[in-house]
């Protein structure tokens, strides 16, 4: 067997990186460019399960760390 060489070569890798790209297309960038179907798709496969009852180790559900928090009305 020769060595890639010349055109064979960048043929060689441009098949490689093609198949990547095909790869990666699925997975990465589809859900990415579509975002309203895949909040469906985990709309639909989420609407039964409760994150308190499956929570691990008795931890507090997830909730944003950069939301404001709500301030008594009587603070003074």
Do not use: C, H
């Amino acid at each position: 067997m020769g060595l890639l060489v010349g055109w064979k070569y960048a043929a060689f890798i441009g098949v490689m990186v093609s198949a990547i790209g095909l790869a990666a297309f699925p997975v990465i960038i589809d859900p990415m460019i579509n975002t309203d179907k895949w909040k469906k798709i985990q709309e639909e496969t989420r609407r039964n399960v409760r994150q308190e009852e499956i929570q691990p180790g008795n931890m507090k559900v997830w909730t944003d760390p950069f939301e404001r928090k709500k301030e008594p009305a009587n603070t003074k």
